[in-house]
């Protein structure tokens, strides 16, 4: 079986531009999770989705970040415009209960982006 | 603040030698706790989890773990560990009981293991 897919693995992009990542969970998961992973401040979630609705964006940093989960097998997270303290490692997770406390939570491989 | 406290930042180790990563967490109230492995360009897997039960628990690759409420804290353990080992290891806490399935990560610590 896949695990959880993310693309790109990799994005340089230049200040300003949008940044959009991608991120297919298992199949079969109902939840999916996003983190950001930087030397600063280590792994937080940013959002998570329970039956493709959103249950908790507080980790979202601000108003240049958005994500969707449009159907169960498909996410999305956009950074609008994007700034070079967006640099990090974001991954996606996938889990196959309601998100709650006791589900394993399956990470993605990441996306390594560069904001320049 | 509350938070998932790792003391180690990096750990460097000879083969043979035991290991034990602290973690310690400032949440009241039932958690549900875990450790997180990192290898050299992979992504983040599973070592073991605790929700319940016996304190003490073992995951894979012969790594085990200690729950104690009284010290909030949920130490990492091996007896022996391989070159194989080296890795970022990753504590995380579910503060919330049955509320949800956010987790809150430690910084992680790097493990470095001499062959």
């Known amino acids: 079986d896949a695990g959880v897919i993310q693309s790109p693995r990799h994005e340089v992009t230049e200040m300003g531009q949008e940044v959009t990542l991608r991120c297919k969970p298992i199949?079969?998961?109902?939840?999916l999770f996003w983190y950001r992973q930087t030397m600063m401040r280590g792994l937080e979630l940013l959002i998570y989705f329970n039956n493709n609705v959103p249950i908790d964006d507080s980790g979202m940093p601000e108003d240049r970040f958005s994500a969707k989960m449009p159907n169960a097998s498909f996410s999305t997270l956009k950074i609008q415009p994007s700034e070079p303290r967006d640099s990090a490692v974001y991954f996606c997770?996938?889990?196959?209960?309601?998100?709650?406390?006791?589900?394993?939570?399956?990470f993605g491989p990441g996306t390594r982006l560069t904001v320049l | 603040a509350q938070s998932v406290s790792q003391h180690n930042h990096h750990v460097i180790l000879s083969e043979a030698a035991s290991l034990e990563l602290g973690c310690n967490y400032s949440y009241g109230g039932t958690v549900n706790l875990f450790w997180y492995v990192q290898y050299p360009g992979q992504h983040l897997q599973l070592l073991l989890k605790y929700f319940s039960g016996d304190p003490l628990v073992k995951g894979i690759k012969g790594f085990e773990a200690e729950f104690i409420k009284s010290k909030f804290s949920f130490n990492l353990r091996k007896p022996s560990v391989q070159w194989s080992d080296t890795a970022e290891y990753f504590c995380?806490?579910?503060?919330?009981?049955?509320?949800?399935?956010?987790?809150?990560f430690g910084q992680g610590t790097e493990l470095s293991v001499k062959p």
């Open positions: 199949s079969g998961h109902n939840s």
């Open positions: 995380a806490v579910n503060p919330f009981g049955n509320q949800g399935g956010k987790l809150i």
């Open positions: 997770a996938s889990s196959l209960g309601s998100g709650g406390s006791t589900d394993t939570q399956y």
